[in-house]
């Protein structure tokens, strides 16, 4: 049932899944199986051992890639080991070319586990394109976009890079976990991989860890298949039904993330006690231009310092909310507060953290679909 030209709430529910053949079942069944009979050697119904292919996967991989206006999608054991998967494309002595201001995790991956290998990074403020373009030479194989980036939601302008990466014949992969598929399509914009922790909004009721990765080249697209097979970081059925029913309603709650995102956003600019609001809505946001012109819409993810920039005063308010939940992770139905400097990002070193804003005061926050005046009035008691 998938059909590039529907709109994107048809394709969350539609796209890639179609009622069950054995039975007529509107929900695609969890194959709880780890292998499947065969008629006789070679002779099968199109999956042999659910590492390489499981038919609950499969319906969600397809549905990915319909919601991504991509052709390939392919489901991890979580956004890192999807990261991990394209990573393993390159070799010895290539370049990557990263976002400096990143997810701590990446920032994990990158620097503790691939660059012993003789893979190099460089962590580059990708704000204005330009800087990219200096640490691009022939070794130039990956350039690795967030947009909004994690924590401070710098945008990034998706087409430029990609003009970038094309000159270069370089990968261009964009991790999309902040903006979602409903406000932001990379591949459209000429991005060659989308990545996905789908533990986020994607699955969106904190119950399941996940990574995906959309192509619509069948070439890297082939590759990324022939590595998840390879290494066998692959999600299992049952979460796989998860994250697929989840899609179903995330148009309905980024719209919700969207708003009360917008309304905690003014709220905190306002009050007396915050210092800076990062929130892409702001028409003095960096690149909020970039990001009327990319995104439709600016997300539910805000992060904001105190005036003073005293750790202690961070950490009191992370404690006194009483509706926002203490916690790691993001783009869950409830709202999250966390404090970067030691959770999230607490992997990069202290000196590179305050070179991207990640200062002690930071505090982030996931701002899901309950009341907004709820929220705002707990945010209003925590900073009072």
Known sequence: MKDNNQQFATKAIHGGVEPDPATGA???????TSTYVQEEVGMHKGYEYSRTLNPTRHALEKNLAAIENGKFG??????????????????????VIST???????????????????????????????????????????????????????????????AIAKKANAILCVDNTFATPYLQTPLDLGADVVMHSATKYLGGHSDVVMGALVTSNEEIANEIYRIQNS?????????????????????????RHCENGEKVAHFLKAHPKVDKVYWPGFEDHKNHEVAKKQMRGFGGMISFTLKGNVMQDALEIVK???????????????SLIGHPATMTHA???KEEREKTGVIDSLIRLSVGVEDAQDLIADLEQALA
């Open 231 to 255: 290494s066998g970081a692959v999600t299992g059925p049952m979460d796989s039904f998860l994250v697929l029913r989840g899609i179903k309603t995330l148009h309905l709650r980024v719209q």
């Open 26 to 32: 509107i929900m695609t069944p969890i194959y709880q």
């Open 74 to 95: 392919a489901c991890f054991g979580s956004g890192l080991a999807a990261i991990d998967c394209l990573i393993k494309m390159l070799n010895p002595g290539d370049e």
């Open 320 to 334: 006194k909310v009483k509706i926002f939940a203490l916690a790691e992770s993001l783009g869950g139905v409830e």
């Open 100 to 162: 400096n201001d990143l997810y701590g995790g990446s920032y994990r991956l990158f620097n503790t586990i691939f660059a012993k290998y003789g893979i190099v990074f460089h962590f580059v403020p990708m704000e204005d394109p330009a800087e990219i373009e200096k640490y691009v030479n022939d070794k130039t194989k990956l350039i690795w976009v967030e947009t909004p980036t994690n924590p401070m939601m710098n945008i990034v302008d998706i087409s430029a890079v990609a």
């Open 347 to 349: 992997s990069i070193p």
